[in-house]
């Protein structure tokens, strides 16, 4: 894994955590389930499934 | 905040859903049995030490013959989404018959890329095949190097030495790669091994195994450049005289760089020769993308193409199975040999396997052995 690939993977991980703070954050219905569809390519990569 | 839990309980259960299938096809393994003539199987990385233990590391099947002469290399899984190039490969690993010279085999040149399908594509994760002793399975690829493995992409891909500008994408398509160096994508890693291996292997004659669409006029043929041309052409005539089946010459492009069919002949010794057999499943018009269709090639609306001359290729209702895909593949590699050995006696090859005729009346999975009758040093695990 290269360096610049590892630092990727870092930063994928920042924007899953921000995700997840809006996440517990909103109030708003609709900005749940937009956090929710944004989580799920990148936890799939983090997972390394995709 | 029970309707927060509600909605990550969904989340979680997609990821699941989505993901497991995915992460167990990623770590199927595909088996061939070693057949008569396969004398050793060693990594790529034995003629570049820099991929060793990476994903762009790969098995190579040494099928050497009790009498000297020539060198050829067989490599397919350059594009994974494309088969019947695979395919080809298992079939001579545990077919072909090899009397004089050397046969080297890479099924997978592409590894990464054979580990997942193409994001968005709508492809099956597997396929399956009817043998003499129940279904063989092989997993669904991709064109390009997996971005699990590979990534990020750059903006523009700029080919190494050319300085060509090409579309991001091919940053991870081992067929615009070539010649590679040590020190660049693993696509260009991978690329730059094989070229080590053509060179202190002193190989003559190198097949680069590919499927095209039925709409893409570079389909059903071989590419080649000026100095392969009069091999394809003996090739193409006799297959079409002995074997009825077409497989026209296409002249490779000096301008368009990266490409098998062009960097090798440039930069080795070696006469290359890319081999494409029609994949009507890569045509965008198909209906679902079905394991069906990946093996009998056969789709409505390919056939309307085919009504109003839309096509490249013959084609009826009875499709463009994988038995003729690989049938192709078999006889006209056989015939490059023939038409090689004939022009360069003292570095000829004598090979044999079941041609396309064999092939399509007993169908392919007739010629695969059962890997769990085989004895277990045999079976090797792709």
Same mark, same amino acid.
């Given at each position: 894994?290269?360096?610049?690939?590892?630092?990727?993977?870092?930063?994928?991980?920042?924007?899953?955590?921000?995700?997840?703070?809006?996440?517990?954050?909103?109030?708003?219905?609709?900005?749940?389930?937009?956090?929710?569809?944004?989580?799920?390519?990148?936890?799939?990569?983090?997972?390394?499934?995709? | 905040?029970?309707?927060?839990?509600?909605?990550? !309980?969904?989340?979680?259960?997609?990821?699941?859903?989505?993901? /497991?299938?995915?992460?167990?096809?990623?770590?199927?393994?595909?088996?061939?049995?070693?057949?008569?003539?396969?004398? +050793?199987?060693?990594?790529?990385?034995?003629?570049?030490?820099?991929?060793?233990?990476?994903?762009?590391?790969?098995?190579?099947?040494?099928?050497?013959?009790? @009498?000297?002469?020539?060198?050829?290399?067989?490599?397919?899984?350059?594009?994974?989404?494309?088969?019947? !190039?695979?395919?080809?490969?298992?079939?001579? /690993?545990?077919?072909?018959?090899?009397?004089?010279?050397?046969?080297?085999?890479?099924?997978?040149?592409?590894?990464?890329?054979?580990?997942?399908?193409?994001?968005?594509?709508?492809?099956?994760?597997?396929?399956?095949?009817?043998?003499?002793?129940?279904?063989?399975?092989?997993?669904?690829?991709?064109?390009?190097?997996?971005?699990?493995?590979?990534?990020?992409?750059?903006?523009?891909?700029?080919?190494?030495? @050319?300085?060509?500008?090409?579309? #991001?994408?091919?940053?991870?398509? %081992?067929?615009? !790669?070539?010649?590679?160096?040590?020190?660049?994508?693993?696509?260009?890693?991978? %690329?730059?091994?094989?070229?080590?291996?053509?060179?202190?292997?002193?190989?003559?004659?190198?097949?680069?195994?590919?499927?095209?669409?039925?709409? #893409?006029?570079?389909?059903?043929?071989?590419?080649?450049?000026?100095? &392969?041309?009069?091999? $394809?052409?003996? $090739?193409?005539?006799?297959?079409?005289?002995?074997?009825?089946?077409?497989?026209?010459?296409?002249? *490779?492009?000096?301008?368009?760089?990266?490409?098998?069919?062009?960097?090798?002949?440039?930069?080795?010794? $070696?006469?290359?020769?890319?081999?494409?057999?029609?994949?009507?499943?890569?045509?965008?018009? %198909?209906?679902?993308?079905?394991?069906?269709?990946?093996?009998?090639?056969?789709?409505?609306?390919?056939?309307? !193409?085919?009504?109003?001359?839309?096509?490249?290729?013959?084609? +009826?209702?009875?499709?463009?199975?994988? +038995?003729?895909?690989?049938?192709?593949? &078999?006889?006209?590699?056989?015939?490059?040999?023939?038409?090689? *050995?004939?022009?360069?006696?003292?570095?000829?090859?004598?090979? *044999?396997?079941?041609?396309?005729?064999?092939?399509?009346?007993?169908?392919?999975? #007739?010629?695969?052995?059962?890997?769990?009758?085989?004895?277990?040093? +045999?079976?090797?695990?792709?």
């Amino acid at each position: 894994m290269t360096f610049i690939m590892i630092l990727y993977y870092v930063m994928t991980a920042y924007v899953v955590g921000m995700l997840i703070w809006n996440f517990i954050k909103t109030k708003d219905i609709k900005s749940e389930i937009l956090y929710a569809l944004a989580l799920l390519p990148l936890i799939l990569r983090l997972l390394r499934m995709k | 905040m029970m309707r927060k839990w509600i909605i990550l !309980a969904v989340l979680l259960l997609v990821v699941l859903a989505g993901g /497991i299938p995915l992460y167990l096809q990623r770590n199927f393994k595909e088996e061939v049995v070693a057949g008569p003539s396969v004398t +050793d199987v060693f990594k790529l990385s034995r003629y570049f030490s820099g991929i060793e233990g990476t994903i762009a590391d790969t098995d190579v099947f040494e099928l050497k013959g009790s @009498e000297e002469g020539g060198k050829m290399l067989i490599i397919a899984g350059t594009h994974e989404s494309e088969p019947s !190039a695979a395919l080809t490969a298992f079939y001579l /690993i545990e077919n072909l018959k090899v009397d004089r010279g050397t046969v080297y085999i890479i099924p997978h040149f592409n590894r990464s890329g054979s580990l997942g399908t193409q994001p968005g594509g709508g492809f099956p994760l597997y396929f399956s095949m009817e043998t003499p002793w129940g279904e063989k399975t092989f997993r669904m690829g991709d064109r390009g190097f997996q971005a699990l493995d590979q990534w990020p992409d750059p903006d523009v891909y700029i080919h190494y030495p @050319e300085g060509q500008a090409m579309s #991001y994408i091919d940053a991870r398509n %081992t067929n615009r !790669a070539w010649p590679g160096r040590p020190d660049g994508y693993y696509a260009e890693q991978v %690329t730059y091994a094989a070229m080590e291996m053509i060179k202190k292997e002193k190989i003559n004659i190198v097949i680069d195994l590919h499927e095209a669409e039925a709409m #893409y006029p570079v389909t059903n043929c071989i590419v080649v450049p000026e100095k &392969s041309m009069s091999y $394809a052409t003996g $090739a193409s005539f006799y297959v079409k005289g002995r074997e009825k089946f077409e497989n026209h010459v296409e002249r *490779s492009p000096t301008a368009f760089r990266g490409l098998s069919h062009r960097e090798i002949g440039d930069w080795s010794d $070696a006469y290359p020769f890319l081999l494409e057999s029609p994949g009507v499943h890569l045509d965008q018009i %198909t209906a679902a993308k079905t394991p069906e269709l990946i093996m009998d090639g056969i789709d409505p609306f390919v056939l309307k !193409a085919a009504e109003k001359g839309l096509l490249f290729i013959p084609y +009826d209702e009875n499709g463009f199975s994988m +038995d003729r895909r690989v049938g192709q593949h &078999s006889s006209v590699i056989q015939e490059i040999v023939v038409q090689w *050995s004939k022009k360069n006696p003292e570095r000829g090859l004598t090979i *044999s396997a079941p041609k396309y005729k064999e092939i399509v009346e007993n169908g392919l999975g #007739y010629f695969f052995k059962d890997p769990s009758k085989a004895n277990k040093d +045999d079976v090797y695990y792709q």
